[in-house]
């Protein structure tokens, strides 16, 4: 009688994993459902591709309004107040070019940089939508200040 209560808890503990595991793999699911991909190219001054530079994408919170800049916007934070953002770092290959998979859908600025090369910025916000993906198109690094696109 006591082996059969053990062998009823081992039962009940596996159906309890497998639905569990089953929660787990349909929340990785809705998730990369509400994802895109990013891609893009960096170059320096001259129009040479970067390898190596780092690429950094701060996801804009929803609660900030489409036409008021993100640095308005840090420039009007209260002490107390919070804004929470999602911030992806990436790097480029020899090409130059980045690829980000998974980026959760919304609007991001996009920073690129390489220590002794410059960095760079994307004047505009990029849009990611749910299963597509997006160009940024192309981040001029420049010495001493960021590049703007």
């Known amino acids: ?54 690429v950094r994408l701060i996801k804009i919170p929803h609660n900030v309004s489409r036409h008021k800049p993100l640095g308005r916007v840090l420039k009007d934070i209260q002490p107390g107040q919070t804004i929470w953002a999602v911030t992806g770092i990436t790097r480029t290959a020899d090409d130059g070019t980045f690829t980000v998979n998974n980026a959760p859908a919304g609007r991001y600025r996009i920073l690129a940089m ?4 410059g960095m760079g910025r994307l004047r505009k916000t990029i849009h990611v939508s749910s299963g597509e993906s997006t160009d940024t198109g192309t981040i001029v690094l420049r010495r001493g200040r960021r590049g703007k696109h």
Do not use: C
């Open 1 to 54: 009688m006591h082996s059969m209560s053990g062998q009823k808890m081992v039962v009940v503990l596996a159906a309890v994993i497998g639905l569990w595991a089953v929660g787990s793999i349909s929340q990785a699911a809705v998730n990369e459902a509400r994802t895109g991909s990013i891609t893009g190219k960096v170059v320096d001054s001259q129009g040479h591709a970067v390898a190596g530079a780092i």
């Open 114 to 117: 390489l220590r002794g090369v």
